[in-house]
């Protein structure tokens, strides 16, 4: 994984690559060409949000809503939408169309499902939570695609998928 944070807040995260040298071109690719690589210590909130990701990853109930995020540049849209999929706690769910009306923004579910595409930090803005209508698991753009949101999804107790089948009958 790699991070890149401001003086303000985390700017990028990247969830796993196969390698270290992967994840940092990849943040530094989507941080763009102002990103500055070096060798800056870390704020003290950058070591405990590390620390939370790998308690995540362990499958630890973690809060990461107060983790503070550098959205400069983001549009007034996607920081709504950013904000409600904020308030959404470990192992909870909703739709696009769900989201944009949590944010104010009903019908926008199409929209809704473009910013989430742009997050710039996913898992602290927890774009994984956020599904498909029908339960489906819908998009998403991070590093392993669907198969990555499933894992983390999965990780919080959560069943993706079509519901399992009920037993017709209990007799012998």
Same mark, same amino acid.
């Given at each position: 994984?790699?991070?890149?944070?401001?003086?303000?807040?985390?700017?990028?995260? =990247?969830?796993?690559?196969?390698? /270290?040298?992967?994840?940092?071109?990849?943040?530094?690719?989507?941080?763009?060409?102002?990103?500055?690589?070096?060798?800056?210590?870390? &704020?003290?909130?950058?070591?405990?949000?590390?620390?939370?990701?790998?308690?995540?990853?362990?499958?630890?109930?973690?809060?990461?809503?107060?983790?503070?995020?550098?959205?400069?540049?983001?549009?007034?849209?996607?920081?709504?939408?950013?904000?409600?999929?904020?308030?959404?706690?470990?192992?909870?769910?909703?739709?696009?169309?769900?989201?944009?009306?949590?944010?104010?923004?009903?019908?926008?579910? /199409?929209?809704?499902?473009?910013?989430?595409?742009?997050? &710039?930090?996913?898992?602290?803005?927890? =774009?994984?939570?956020?599904?498909?209508?029908?339960?489906?698991?819908?998009?998403?753009?991070?590093?392993?695609?669907?198969?990555?949101?499933?894992?983390?999804?999965?990780?919080?107790?959560?069943?993706?998928? &079509?519901?399992?089948?009920?037993?017709?009958?209990?007799?012998?």
């Amino acid at each position: 994984m790699a991070l890149a944070w401001s003086d303000t807040g985390l700017v990028r995260l =990247c969830l796993p690559e196969k390698t /270290r040298d992967a994840a940092e071109r990849r943040l530094l690719r989507l941080a763009g060409h102002g990103a500055a690589a070096g060798d800056r210590t870390p &704020p003290e909130w950058i070591d405990t949000l590390i620390v939370d990701i790998r308690r995540y990853a362990d499958g630890a109930d973690v809060d990461f809503s107060t983790v503070p995020v550098d959205l400069a540049g983001v549009d007034d849209f996607r920081r709504d939408i950013y904000a409600a999929a904020r308030n959404l706690h470990y192992g909870e769910t909703t739709t696009y169309g769900g989201l944009a009306e949590k944010a104010g923004r009903k019908g926008l579910f /199409r929209e809704t499902g473009s910013a989430l595409g742009a997050n &710039p930090i996913p898992l602290v803005i927890p =774009c994984h939570r956020i599904l498909a209508a029908g339960g489906k698991i819908g998009g998403f753009s991070a590093t392993g695609g669907s198969n990555m949101k499933e894992k983390m999804l999965v990780l919080e107790g959560v069943r993706v998928g &079509p519901p399992p089948t009920t037993q017709a009958s209990f007799g012998f």
